[in-house]
């Protein structure tokens, strides 16, 4: 089972659709909300998402080894079977 | 003002402004009435009605960046979604926004739909 990480803002509804989209697939994921860490945290957030060439623009999410931006349950679905 | 109050507001205010860059509220009012009331309360907490689905920063030039509407900052791109990133705002011909999808900025400038 690959592992899934969430990082979203706790006031985005694209954040919220993401998580639930994958509670009720009932997969497994870690999510952490940017606006909630400190400053620290944060950083080291941003830093990981400009890295994958992203903007903070959320959610963010990774899904094993690959990244991607966005509710898009398409392309959930494509990296969940990609092997 | 009460955050209820303040969404009441910002609808106002907001709705001629986006009107004149061919944009509307989402006609998914469940959606809408959500992201009005985290602005409303990000309002509070900072003095600004920042977007709620991107970051601040510590760089107040990126922040304006996303002060709601933001559209005017991001207009290629949102066009290219028919929609602004929290989804507050939708182009004017959209009749079901559950069928747009967040394309990242990353992959708009990339070109990938």
């Known amino acids: 089972m690959k592992k899934i990480t969430i990082y979203a803002l706790s006031t985005c509804l694209w954040c919220k659709k993401t998580k639930q989209y994958f509670e009720d697939k009932k997969v497994p994921f870690e999510a952490v909300d940017y606006d909630r860490q400190d400053p620290e945290k944060q950083a080291e957030i941003r830093k990981e998402m400009k890295s994958a060439g992203c903007d903070t623009s959320f959610p963010f999410i990774k899904i094993g080894g690959t990244c991607t931006q966005g509710y898009d349950p398409a392309e959930f679905e494509r990296l969940l079977e990609k092997k | ?113």
């Open chain 2, 1 to 113: 003002m009460s955050v209820q109050e303040r969404k009441k507001a910002l609808r106002f205010l907001f709705e001629p402004l986006v009107d004149k860059l061919g944009y509307k509220f989402t006609p998914a009012e469940g959606d809408a009435d959500f992201l009005l009331e985290q602005e409303a309360e990000i309002e509070a907490l900072t003095g600004i009605p920042y977007c709620p689905c991107q970051a601040r920063t510590d760089d107040r030039a990126e922040n304006m960046k996303i002060v709601c509407p933001c559209i005017p900052f991001h207009r290629a791109h949102y066009d290219a979604m028919k929609r602004c990133w929290c989804g507050l705002f939708v182009h004017k011909d959209v009749t079901d926004p559950d069928k747009l999808v967040q394309i990242s900025e990353s992959k708009f400038k990339a070109g990938i739909k």
